[in-house]
């Protein structure tokens, strides 16, 4: 069974601080796929990134940067010099693969909630 | 792209009402809607699965019964909560997911915050 570990239930930040999120995650897929999703106070789930299990390529979109280590299964998230308007929940999820179209269930971990303060 | 809206966004109705919640996706056709509810402070929890035109699928301990979905169309999904009490109260947030190469990004809705009185 698939299972996501995001062990950082909350993180306090001052502005301008790089922040990582860890994410770990078990599986017994070979192909997989890894999400990152921003849940800000409104509620909306954003989607930020989607890694699949044969990309081991670290990736860089502006601030945000996420590393993927296949051998210790995780899946980090860094903010680099935060900002207040990066406070939100942060949820890390996994599915396995398909072949077939259409898409497959996500299984979330529990989410941290990164409060970024001036 | 990938936008998906949901109606309402926000509903209070009184206990044994039946509420309609709808779920779009406005730039691409979904041939795969998902249904969770979030309760405060915890993660999404998946109700069902829904394909265009065929009967959702329920996540074990979900009455399908209560929470009846019609995925009528390849760009809207309803969910209706039959006879709702307050424990139902909660946050509703659907995502779709189209057919093609990359089929595994699940776009979400703002979701549908749910009080029953």
């Known amino acids: 069974a698939q299972k996501v570990t995001q062990a950082q239930t909350e993180i306090s930040v001052v502005e301008k601080e790089d922040v990582t999120l860890d994410c770990v995650y078990e599986t017994r897929d070979t192909t997989y796929y890894l999400f990152w999703y921003k849940q800000p106070p409104s509620g909306e789930l954003v989607f930020l990134i989607r890694?699949?299990?044969?990309?081991?390529q670290n990736e860089i979109s502006g601030r945000y940067s996420w590393n993927f280590q296949k051998s210790t299964s995780s899946f980090n998230f860094t903010i680099t010099a935060s900002q207040v308007v990066d406070s939100a929940v942060y949820f890390c999820a996994l599915s396995e693969d398909i072949l077939t179209g259409g898409g497959n269930k996500l299984t979330f971990g529990t989410g941290t909630q990164l409060k970024v303060e001036l | 792209g990938a936008v998906v809206s949901q109606h309402p966004s926000w509903v209070i109705c009184k206990s044994g009402t039946s509420v309609k919640i709808e779920c779009r996706s406005l730039d691409f056709q979904a041939t795969t809607m998902f249904w969770y509810r979030q309760f405060p402070k915890q993660s999404l929890m998946l109700m069902a699965t829904s394909n265009e035109g065929s009967k959702a699928t329920y996540e074990q301990g979900v009455e399908k019964d209560k929470f009846l979905i019609n995925h009528a169309s390849l760009t809207l999904s309803t969910l209706t909560v039959t006879s709702a009490h307050p424990e139902d109260s909660s946050f509703y947030i659907c995502?779709?997911?189209?057919?093609?190469?990359?089929?595994?990004?699940?776009?979400f809705g703002p979701g549908t915050r749910l009080t029953v009185l």
């Open positions: 890694r699949n299990s044969f990309d081991e």
């Open positions: 995502s779709a997911t189209s057919g093609g190469l990359y089929t595994d990004t699940q776009y």
